[in-house]
């Protein structure tokens, strides 16, 4: 069973998806803490009523000095004795030297199918683009902004009268599928990287796919 923390600023709808997964029986990650860099986080509340614990560190006195936030960070990750970190609307940078120092054991996921659209907006990103299929992506995080080894996507239609209000949430629902399964493959081995690629124990069905707009 692996300690894991999930590191939070706002919601956390990803953090609530990740510990329901978690406590189902056979789960190979326990949520054993949730960290928020803002105390006023509504996720700190939620996490709170699932009986995890929780933790503030405040970011805001810190000011630009990132390295100084992350030996507090890092502190209270070693204190809980933490394997895993996952990423769940963490607004915050890192530092590259904290990012190496869990190269592989540090989650995050993006909505929208990585590569393409990185960054802020990636809905109105792909609206403006005009793609058909959109989604999200769980991947390593690197020192480069959502630019980290690919672990796990999944894919959602793109309609014509998409908002990138009323995208985000339809890819808000796949996003809530693949992340706990990405934490389970990373906590059973079942992920391996070679030169930035990810290869997978998991399967896939090779005649399964997502086509849109659909022809009828």
Sequence with gaps: MRPVAILISGRGSNMSALIEAASADGFPAE????????????????????????????????????????????????????EVICLAGFMRLFTAEFVQRWYGRMLNIHPSLLPSFPGLDPHGQALRAGVKISGATVHFVIPETDAGPIIMQGAVPVANDDTADTLAARVLGVEHQIYPQALRLLA??????????????????????????TVI
Excluded at 48 to 54: L, S, Y
Excluded at 193 to 211: P, S
Aim: hydrophobic share 45%.
């Design 31 to 82: 949520i054993a803490l949730v960290i928020s860099n803002r105390a006023d986080a509504p996720g700190l509340a939620n996490a709170q009523a699932k009986g995890i614990k929780t933790l503030v560190i405040e970011s805001k006195p810190f000011g630009k000095d990132r390295a100084g936030f992350e030996q507090v960070l890092q502190a209270a990750l070693d204190a809980h004795r933490i």
């Design 188 to 213: 059973t081995d079942g992920i391996k990287i070679d030169r930035d690629v990810t290869t997978n124990t998991a399967g896939v069905d090779a005649n399964d796919c997502l086509i849109a707009p």
